[in-house]
């Protein structure tokens, strides 16, 4: 069964990482969500620190991934947001985000600002990246794989072989996605 998965505005944050994720879900690897709440936060924030972009290029971006996942863009949870209670209530909305889209699962760097005690009575967890799809890799290497080669493969602009991939995968702060996929560079 695909995991039903809401990713925080951080994992999207990075070019790398948001295009090695998406295209895991492509493959009917998971089941991806956000809001244009998460998407205008992780846009913002890449403009703030990267002047250099434009805010067109990442509109975009935004309008792709919703045309990619034609249900990945959750609407109807604000309601829930003030309901719920957490460290840091700025993220209240991916929780409801989360809750709407019965998702088992929040992808995070920001792992403090969604407790277990919290995210336990609604059936979900909070998962770095490198943790989520290393239980991916468990469930199914082979897809997997397979879905990394068409990711690699995909990138044109300019090209990259295996090695150079993996270098961009380790900087995304994937050390065990990073492992396995080095003991099967060939197949990517």
Sequence with gaps: MMSRVV???????????????????TDKLLEPFWSEEIQNEWTRSLLKNRPDLERENLELTCRKMDLRFPNGLVRGYETLVHTLQLPDPNDRHVLAVAIHSQSSCIVTFNLSDFPTTVLESYKIEAMSPDDFVSRLIQQSPQLVLRATWKHRSDLTRPPKTA??????????????????????????
Aim: aromatic share 12%; net charge positive; proline share 4%.
């Design 7 to 25: 990713f925080d505005a951080c994992v999207l944050y990075s070019a790398p990482l948001r295009g090695f994720l998406l295209n895991l879900a």
């Design 163 to 188: 090695r150079d991939y993996l270098a961009t995968l380790a900087k995304q702060k994937l050390p065990k996605t990073v492992a396995f996929l080095r003991e099967h560079e060939s197949d990517i």
